[in-house]
């Protein structure tokens, strides 16, 4: 007779929940009764990214990270006629936290996930209690110069222009050159995760799920007054906490917020885009201490 094993407190679980026509992963952690957070990763990445930030916050939240459409493990069946944009995401999102239950809840924003959770925040403006962006962009200013030949493909959405995107971001080359770009420490870097993520994006149909992605960003720029609106009318702790090394986002960008969120505590950390890689103790301690206290007198 085997003695029944408990699980810790910070187990994950892996998880799908059918909603909206999806077949939905995702990651799960801490108890029922915690301040709900959900974790939105970025490009070209899944859920996996925050492997190692899920179980140090699952004693003060209970955490959520979805793989969204056309990322990772979620499953999304051509019937379906799914159609891949920003906003889209977002709804999705809007149904996977109303099938869950979440009427309030905390974001974590990183890249891809900021315009998703910004977008889901205008849908849901009442539920959110928190906000953590973590390199995820809402400013103009916060734009490298790396944009470039992406704004190109925004101006003239040509096939040339869309094979020159689908070879200079949707390489094994430009996945690792994300990763590690602007990381003082390239041995603090898992070489799975490279590889996880390329060979997602190696699954049949998804390089061109991307590339209608990477066209649709143009419109969350149009975006971003709204969203500064509803930064601007936040009444809840805010951190931003952002890779400084980012090719992609500048540190202005993570400035910006001030003017919005006067409150909000801004932080630069000495690393690169994907900073839970090298930082991801650092960061879950700043998101305890600055969000936690407060979701917790505060309640659901």
């Known amino acids: 007779m085997h ?31 915690l301040p709900p957070l959900l974790l939105l990763h970025g490009f070209p990445s899944s859920s996996h990214q925050f492997r190692h930030l899920l179980p140090l916050l699952a004693e003060h939240f209970h955490v959520y990270a979805p793989d969204f459409p056309g990322f990772g493990f979620t499953q999304v069946p051509v019937e379906r006629g799914y159609v891949y944009s920003f906003a889209r995401i977002a709804e999705t999102l809007a149904a996977f936290t109303s099938e869950l239950g979440l009427q309030r809840y905390a974001l974590y924003l990183f890249d891809y996930g900021a315009p998703i959770g910004l977008h889901l925040a205008l ?5 959110i209690t928190g906000l953590i962006s973590q390199n995820g962009n809402a400013y103009e200013e916060g734009l490298s110069e790396a944009w470039a030949p992406v704004r190109a493909y925004w101006s003239d959405p040509s096939v040339a222009n869309r094979k020159a995107i689908r070879d200079a971001l949707l390489s094994a080359e430009a996945t690792g050159w994300q990763y590690l770009t602007g990381v003082s420490d390239p041995e603090l870097i898992a070489p799975e995760a490279i590889m996880l993520d390329y060979t997602l994006l190696e699954w049949p149909g998804v390089k061109d799920i991307q590339l209608d992605l990477i066209l649709d960003y143009a419109n969350n720029i149009k975006q971003y007054p709204a969203f500064q609106a509803w930064l601007r009318r936040s009444d809840f702790p805010v951190l931003v906490i952002w890779g400084r090394n980012d090719p992609f986002f500048l540190p202005a960008g993570a400035e910006a917020f ?14 690169g885009h994907f900073a839970l890689e090298t930082h991801c103790d650092y960061i879950a301690a700043r998101i305890r201490a600055v969000l936690g206290q407060q979701l917790l007198e505060g309640g659901q």
């Open 123 to 127: 849908l849901q403006p009442q539920r």
């Open 258 to 271: 001030a003017r919005d969120v006067p409150h909000a505590v801004i932080e630069l950390l000495e690393t």
């Open 3 to 33: 003695e029944a094993i408990s699980l810790s407190s910070t187990a994950v679980r892996h998880r799908y929940l059918e909603v909206d026509g999806v077949r939905l992963f995702y990651r799960e952690a801490g108890r029922s009764g």
